[in-house]
């Protein structure tokens, strides 16, 4: 059967999704494990540092709006930790507001998408920076 996404494999790619709302890590976990990432959660910024060293995604997940430290502020995190400093951090935001996407972007952000995003959006952004670039 053809769905046109077969070029965009992301199978065995590691994700993190980082997001107080228990049902957004439920619901994003489970479509990422159905497209057959590897999945960890985390549901704030700083249980997130941990498990980011510990886990070592491909690419990050990273709610806006989170208590004690925010979006913004665990992507500087990330961005300053040499194990972390390269992952591709993409914000959640309830709101596609050209502010989160600016802020997000001097945080060090690499993208921007509305939650939840529909099953196509993730396998494109997971397979846009995910891939490895082949030195020709």
Known sequence: MSNGTE???????KIAVVDDAKT???????????MGCEVECAEDGYKALGMLRRFKPDLIFLDITMPELDGYQTC???????????TPVVMLSSSDGIFDIAKGQARGATAHVTKIPPEGVLREIIFKYTQRQVAA
């Open 7 to 13: 070029e965009m494999d992301i199978s065995g790619v």
């Open 76 to 86: 500087s995190l990330i961005r300053n930790a040499e194990d972390t400093r390269d």
């Open 24 to 34: 957004i890590r439920m619901m994003m976990s489970h479509t990422l494990r159905n």
